[in-house]
């Protein structure tokens, strides 16, 4: 099957980080706004991650390979986090996608 052979598969949704809520939710805001002839402008921040967030645990072969710039991002968003609940469970992709654990956008 597909989900077998891909190195990656995870039940992402695009603009689904925190960041892109917010600025989801902005663009909204001011088309209705528009619409309706008001001079509005919105600022939406997007929720913060507790301190110290970590996604999900790094294995040590990545940890011990990977420039810290690297590691820093993994901490934040680890694929493989998703593909391995995934390839777990597989039927449960919509529950999976629907119960997308909250995320950061890279910075960079």
């Known amino acids: 099957s597909l989900l077998r052979s891909a190195l990656i598969a995870t039940p992402h949704v695009a603009g689904y980080s ?3 809520k917010a600025n989801g939710t902005r663009m909204s805001l001011e088309a209705v706004a528009r619409h309706f002839g ?3 402008r919105f600022d939406i921040q997007p929720p913060a991650l507790p301190a110290h967030f970590a996604y999900g645990p790094l294995p040590e072969s990545l ?8 590691l820093a ?4 968003y680890n694929p493989l986090t998703d593909t391995e ?5 597989p039927d449960q992709f919509e529950a999976l996608r629907g119960n997308y654990p ?4 890279n910075e960079d």
């Open 73 to 76: 991002q993994l901490r934040l």
């Open 38 to 40: 008001l001079a509005a």
């Open 102 to 105: 909250l995320r950061r956008e």
């Open 18 to 20: 925190a960041d892109g």
């Open 85 to 89: 609940r995934l390839r777990a469970n």
């Open 63 to 70: 940890a011990r390979a990977l420039p810290e710039r690297a």
